[in-house]
Structures are given as C-alpha cells and as structure tokens.
C-alpha cells in the first residue's frame, strides 16, 4: 500500500500519479485523507482524555488523604464518563484504522515517473528485439503439432477437469519436466538465486499482502471459504516468506527463485488467441523474487529482467521486450517489463515473463521492514518476474523449432535435461 505520510505530504501529486491508470481509483485519496483526519482527531481526544484521567487519579488520592471526601467523589463521577468516552473513542479509532486501511488496499499504486504514458496496451512501447523470426513457410501452431506427435491431450483434460487444463503425455510431460529443471538450473547455478520450494496453498492474508486482493478475488481458486488459496504465482508464497520480519540491511538483497503450479480462473473466452496451451487455468512456472534497497530497486529491476531473457536466448527463441504504460501496469507495480516471445503458428507474439518492480508496496502490505546499520527502520522494495512461464514457453518451443518433416528439434542447451535431440512422429512415446 501507499505509504500515508506521502498522501498527507503530497496529495495532488499521487492523485496525479494514479490517475494516469484510468478508472477511478485516485477519487479514494481524498476519502483516505478524510479518514485519517478524523482518525487523528480521536487519538487526540483520547490524549488529552488520557491525561486528564491520569491527572486525576493522583489529585483523588490527595482529596482524599485531605478529607475532602465530597470533591473526590466529583472527581471520580467525572473519571467515569472520562472513562466511557475512552472506550467509545477506541471503538471509534478501531473502526477509523480498519477503515482507512481498507482505502490504502484499495488505491494501486503510483506508476514509476517515467512510465510511458498511456491508456492501454496500444501504448505500450517496445524496448528491444532479441533474435530472427523462423523462416517457416506454412508454420503449424502448436496445438497441431503437439496432437501429431502425442505431446498433449486437451480432450483428456476436458473430461477430467473441463476446459482451460491440459494433459501432458510421454515425451510431452518429459519436455515440461526439462523445462522446469533447466530454468531452475540457469536461476540457480548462474545468476544467483536461492531456490525454495513452498506450499502450493496460501492464507488469505499472504494474498493481501501482494496485492491479488481485494481487487483480483474473483481471479483466484479459493478454499475453506476463500480463507485460503490456490497459489495463482510463486510470487505470493515466495515473497511473503518476510511477511512481518524485520530483516539486517547485510542481508539485502535477497534472491529467491522457486517452480509452482499456478492456479487462475480468468481463462479467457473461446477463440484463437486463447487456443490450447496459450490461456489456461493452472499453469507450470518459476517465479523470481528480489527484496533490496530502496536505491537499488530500479537497477534490480534491470538485472532481473535480463535473468529472464537469458533463458529465451540460451533456448535461442526469438522475442522481444516491451514496457508497460501506466494504463496497463500492473496494480501493485510501479515499473514493469514484459517479455513476448515470437509464436510463428499463431502469427505473433506471447506474454512469456513479467517483471516488476513493486517499490514499498507489497513490503508495506506484508508489514515487512530492515534496519541500516546505524539502526534506522526502513522498508525495501519487493520485485519479481517470471522466469519463465511454462505454456507460452512450450508454445514457442514447438512452433518455433517444428521441421518439415513433422518432428521438433530440441534446443541445444534442452538436450542435457530432455535427452535427445529431436521429437519425431515415429518416436515411442516414453
């Protein structure tokens, strides 16, 4: 969430900045300022009612000890209501810091200043282009492609779960499996991340915390009563694993890198750009985590970008990058970079990874904060990208390395982790 001090210090300017997202979220600044000034305004009744009760207590004893048993009696009937006017004031702190807390989750946050400017995804711009387009006369999208070879099975996945899920199958599940086992070698073993494995389930409050609630509630796969969810990212679990800690400022920063199954509910409608693995309901990835200094945020938003291109480079797949414009970003980020890689069957380019920088946001939600050396509290930025998604990947994978002959070469840096060089129609599926 937005930190208070800085609505109070400079309103106008995170107006400003939030109402560059559309909609009408920035119209909550001004009730959150409302909030918080009838919210001071009790605890300085409470304050002075405080005092004054404590004042009295000593000046009851010394009527008291004075015989002057008539004015100590005045005195108390006054603590009285002194006191029922405290507790009416506290129930009524209470019900003003849930309120404005309630306002805080509720406003996104600000975009970065040097965020393109734009209402939607139109105005997003691209940044670079990483590699050359297949050269593919007639290319086959990966739907085909996997049917032909015995890769997939969306049928099966229908009448077991319904739409939107897929059943991988012999060389189909063992591609999925290198995968993973690959981007979570070149995470580790090269640029550097600690890899965690964690619940698949999360409380309610860890979603809160990264900010898929209130607003994306609807989105997600709920339990016990929405008490508990489906994890939609690693993101959730992973980066409130420093929910309410304070952490050393030697300690910063801290990478994490970890492989989930994600759990959405927004499929999408029937159609060709949602047609087999490109928009489902639960998906394969493995999600970055960075928690650093407030300084260094921006710079590590770079380095982790280029972690998750690395991956689409060592896989030799053409794609590009782009910058989100403060209409589409995210509702948690203030920066972000997605990467789209090249899908020549669908004849254009796949959301495969994006990375965010989150500045205090998330941190403020999850109540996590580090002390600097000299002892000051303060509260580090949060950042995460995917590193990468699995689907969109495989996608790519199939359509752009499919052969004339019908088979699926193998990337060179796959071969290791997958074992052959080559999917063939004739190949056995073990």
Not at 398 to 412: A, K, M
């Amino acid at each position: 969430m937005l930190d208070i001090r800085i609505i109070r210090e400079n309103a106008e300017y995170v107006k400003e900045r939030v109402r560059l997202r559309g909609g009408e979220h920035w119209q909550l600044v001004d009730k959150v300022l409302e909030c918080d000034e009838k919210r001071r305004k009790i605890e300085t009744e409470k304050q002075a009612l405080s005092q004054e009760r404590n004042s009295s207590s000593k000046l009851i004893g010394g009527l008291l000890k004075a015989g002057k048993k008539e004015e100590a009696e005045e005195l108390k009937k006054r603590m009285t209501e002194v006191g029922d006017r405290l507790r009416e004031l506290e129930a009524a702190a209470t019900a003003a810091t849930e309120e404005q807390e309630a306002l805080l989750l509720a406003i996104p946050n600000m975009p970065h200043d040097a965020a393109p400017v734009g209402a939607d995804e139109s105005a997003n711009p691209v940044l670079r282009y990483w590699g050359e387009q297949p050269a593919l006369a007639e290319p086959k999208d990966h739907v085909q492609i996997a049917t032909e070879l015995g890769l997939l099975n969306f049928e099966d996945a229908a009448r077991i779960s319904g739409s939107g899920f897929i059943v991988y199958r012999g060389l189909g599940a063992r591609l999925e499996r290198a995968l993973i086992n690959f981007l979570l070698d070149v995470q580790t073993r090269q640029n550097g991340y600690e890899e965690v494995g964690v619940p698949f389930v999360v409380k309610r409050e860890c979603m809160y915390g990264t900010g898929q609630l209130p607003k994306f509630e609807e989105d997600m796969y709920g339990l016990e009563d929405n008490t508990m969810f489906n994890v939609p990212t690693a993101e959730v679990p992973v980066t409130n694993l420093y929910r309410e800690q304070i952490l050393r400022e030697a300690d910063l920063p801290i990478k994490m890198t970890a492989y989930t199954p994600c759990f959405r509910r927004e499929a999408g409608s029937a159609g060709r750009e949602n047609k087999g693995m490109i928009r489902v309901h639960q998906f394969d990835k493995v999600e970055l985590v960075t928690i650093c200094r407030p300084e260094e945020g921006f710079s590590t938003l770079e380095l982790l970008t280029g972690h998750a291109e690395s991956i689409l480079q060592k896989l030799g797949l053409h794609y590009r990058v782009i910058e989100l414009c403060t209409g589409d970003v995210g509702f948690s980020s203030a920066k972000t970079y997605d990467i789209e890689v090249w899908a020549p069957g669908q004849g254009k380019y796949l959301e495969v990874s994006s990375c965010s920088c989150f500045t205090d946001y998330q941190a403020r939600r999850m109540k996590l904060r580090y002390k600097t050396a000299d002892g000051k509290m303060r509260v580090p930025y949060t950042l995460n990208g995917s590193g990468t998604a699995l689907p969109r990947l495989y996608v790519a994978l199939l359509e752009q390395y499919q052969q004339p002959d019908g088979s699926v070469r193998i990337p060179e840096a796959l071969v290791p982790y997958f074992g052959q060089e080559s999917i063939s129609p004739a190949q056995p599926q073990a």
